[in-house]
Each structure stands twice: as C-alpha cells, then as structure tokens.
C-alpha cells in the first residue's frame, strides 16, 4: 500500500510540475496588439511593434502614415528635409515609417 500511495504521489508530483509548460505564448500572440495592450503598453508601442515586424516581413502595415498634402510637393519636402539636416532634434511624426535604403544616395539630404 505504502509503494502505491507513493507512487501515485510522484505521479501527481510530475503532472503538477509539468502543468506550467503547457502556459507556452507563441511570438505571434506575443507581439498581437491585444497582448501587448493587455500587459500594460500604449497603443504607440503596439504600432511601433507592428511597423518593425512588417519592415522585417516585407509586409503592409495596418498603420497608414499621415503625411501632409503639402509634404507630396518636392520643393517642399526639399526645404523640409533641409531643416531636419540642419536640426536633429525636429520632429517630422514619421518615427519608423520610412524606406529602408541600404545605399547612400544624394537625395538622402
């Protein structure tokens, strides 16, 4: 009796301490928007979150950028590229939402 009741202890013993593996996230629901709203991150942190991955992916986002009528003008956007060459610390709102180029080109000014 006694090697009975211990062998049904060890056996709960064992299910008991493999139950957390079964709590496994997968990347996916790791980086949903809802997961990371749910552990207390803002909604910027989920897009940013999302704009990496889709960078990464070579997907579409489902944030859309918002730029300006007037940013679509090329003289304008030459003028605005300038101060922002001139002045780092200008904010254009366009964190993250821009091409990769991985060859420096004469309109990167």
């Known amino acids: 009796m006694k090697k009975i009741l211990s062998a049904l202890f060890a056996t709960f013993v064992f299910f008991a301490l493999s139950l957390p593996s079964?709590?496994?996230?997968?990347?996916?629901?790791?980086?949903?928007?809802?997961?990371?709203?749910?552990?207390?991150?803002?909604?910027?942190?989920?897009?940013?979150?999302?704009?990496?991955?889709?960078?990464?992916?070579?997907?579409q986002t489902k944030y859309k950028g918002t730029d300006p009528e007037l940013y679509r003008d090329k003289k304008v956007n030459f003028i605005r590229k300038v101060f922002m060459y001139f002045d780092c610390g200008l904010d254009d709102e366009k964190f993250m939402q821009h091409e990769i180029k991985y060859t420096p080109r004469f309109d990167n000014l």
């Open 22 to 59: 079964l709590a496994v996230i997968t990347p996916e629901e790791a980086m949903s928007e809802t997961y990371i709203q749910g552990h207390g991150h803002s909604g910027e942190m989920s897009r940013l979150i999302d704009l990496q991955t889709s960078q990464i992916n070579c997907t």
